[in-house]
């Protein structure tokens, strides 16, 4: 039997400024609102429409604390995630669902800076500090961990199977 897949890839604004909580065993979650616009042609006028989807997304531990500190309303993010579909009882006794992204990577895209005088560091309107226009400023002890080496060389590993597995 075949194993499904459940990836969603998001590309969007946040509509309001990241809800952050922590768990009762101290785990950070970030709930945010994100919207994905699409444009097409309407084929009866031709002219070109734009669609607007809306999209809760739920950010886990260090994550949450980098959309915390760094997101705002407005803030354009890249999310890569799966979806997740919940049900509830509401408060007159009907069955109701909810449907979020939970999410497994964020990058922090966009950028508007203005120059923080007091040290000539570029500051964007969305919170990112940078001395460069292409990345985003975060400590590097708030990066999200790098599951690659840097520098091993990947495209000289073996692709043969190794017969010592037990399978």
Known sequence: MARGINKVFLIG???DDPTIRT??????????S????EQ?????????EETAQWHRVVL???TAEIAKKYLKKGSQIFIEGKIQ????????????????????QMQMLGYRYSTDESNGTKISNDGYASDCENKPYIPQE?????YFDEN???????????TEIPF
Do not use: C
Not at 23 to 32: L, Q, R
Not at 142 to 146: A, G, L, M, V
């Open 60 to 62: 886990w531990g260090k």
């Open 152 to 162: 091993f060389d990947y495209k000289n590993v073996s692709t043969t199977i190794d």
């Open 23 to 32: 768990t009762s065993s101290g785990i950070n979650v970030a709930n945010i």
């Open 34 to 37: 994100m919207v994905t616009n």
């Open 85 to 104: 579909t919940n049900s509830f009882t509401d408060k007159n006794g009907v069955k109701r669902y909810s449907t979020e992204i939970i999410a497994e």
């Open 13 to 15: 604004n946040l509509g």
């Open 40 to 48: 097409h042609k309407n084929t009866q006028t031709g002219q070109i």
């Open 142 to 146: 708030e990066q999200p961990q790098n």
